[in-house]
């Protein structure tokens, strides 16, 4: 009898233990699928500046053809970001995440996308400086405007890209909670309790 309670046990907690990996798997999925879907914007903001900002540029002259050359080089840079971040999300196996590893990738990307947040506001402040100085300047003034404005443009897009993003990820923090119940650490030992 207590073979069969022990084996019972084991089988019960190898299910659980299995389906707690299934739901963990499913929460990576969700995750990964945010960072594409977050890169197909980009990568759509990014082809339409470098497509338009191509073609502009060598139709306007003065102050436009160098916001539209800045918008140009932006697009590219971007394009690089959004299909690197895209390629590494979508090569990324979702069962490969331990719960510990989870959490971690979890926050750390809500950390990099805050810490772009604030390079965002600095590119705009930097655009309206160059805004500012080309009224003070004699050396190609149209420039300093045409690229300032860019730059005001193209911070502005990704401060409210990187905080929409940030605010899809916080959303699914609510999930870890359930990863996280019956785990507690007491000084020098690990325990997980699982009522039911």
Known sequence: MKKATATLFFFNLALLLAAQNLTLQDYNQKRLDTNRKA??????????NLAAGSVLM???QGEDKYFHQMNAGWGAVNLGIAAFGFFSASNT???SFDVFTTVQEQYNMQKILLFNAGLDIGYMAGGFYLMERSKNTDKRPERLKGFGKSIVLQGAFLFAF???????????NEGLKG???GLSFTGDSLSWRYVF
């Open 179 to 181: 990863f996280m119940e």
């Open 162 to 172: 990187d905080l929409t993003t940030y605010l899809f990820h916080a959303k699914n």
């Open 39 to 48: 890169m197909y914007v980009l990568g759509a903001w990014a082809v339409g």
């Open 93 to 95: 196996d979702p069962a």
């Open 58 to 60: 060598t139709q306007k």
